[in-house]
């Protein structure tokens, strides 16, 4: 069974950084895409980030690119996201998401194609 933990969540300041980790368990974790969703209060949750199985590959959403990096070890089977740059607007709760894939596969960044979830860390940005 695949369980996935967050951790790193926190308050910040406008202009901070933050580093979220997500550690797997049960899981050959290199069979496994790796990704990021956040949901703000009263909002649907929404994709950040996301690596290919390898780590050769990743996809960011605009509002964070350049700003978020997402990286993997896979002998430690964690995903990380580093978060600089941080305003108020990207105050959430940080999701980590996990999906099983064939090597080749594209990234997806459809909320529904993600089968495994973490509970989510909350990360609080004040300006």
């Known amino acids: 069974q695949v369980h996935l933990v967050e951790s790193g969540g926190g308050l910040v300041q406008a202009g901070g950084s933050l580093r979220l980790s997500c550690a797997a368990s049960?899981?050959?974790?290199?069979?496994?895409?790796m990704g990021w969703f956040r949901q703000s209060l009263g909002e649907e949750r929404e994709f950040v980030a996301a690596?290919?199985?390898?780590?050769?590959?990743?996809e960011y959403a605009d509002s964070v690119k350049g700003r978020f990096a997402i990286s993997r070890d896979n002998g430690k089977k964690t995903v990380y996201l580093q978060m600089s740059n941080l305003s108020p607007e990207d105050t959430a709760v940080y999701f980590c998401a996990a999906r099983r894939t064939i090597l080749t596969a594209p990234i997806s960044r459809v909320h529904d194609d993600w089968g495994h979830w973490g509970q989510g860390t909350q990360v609080t940005v004040s300006s």
């Open positions: 049960g899981v050959t974790f290199s069979y496994y895409a």
């Open positions: 690596i290919s199985r390898s780590g050769s590959t990743s």
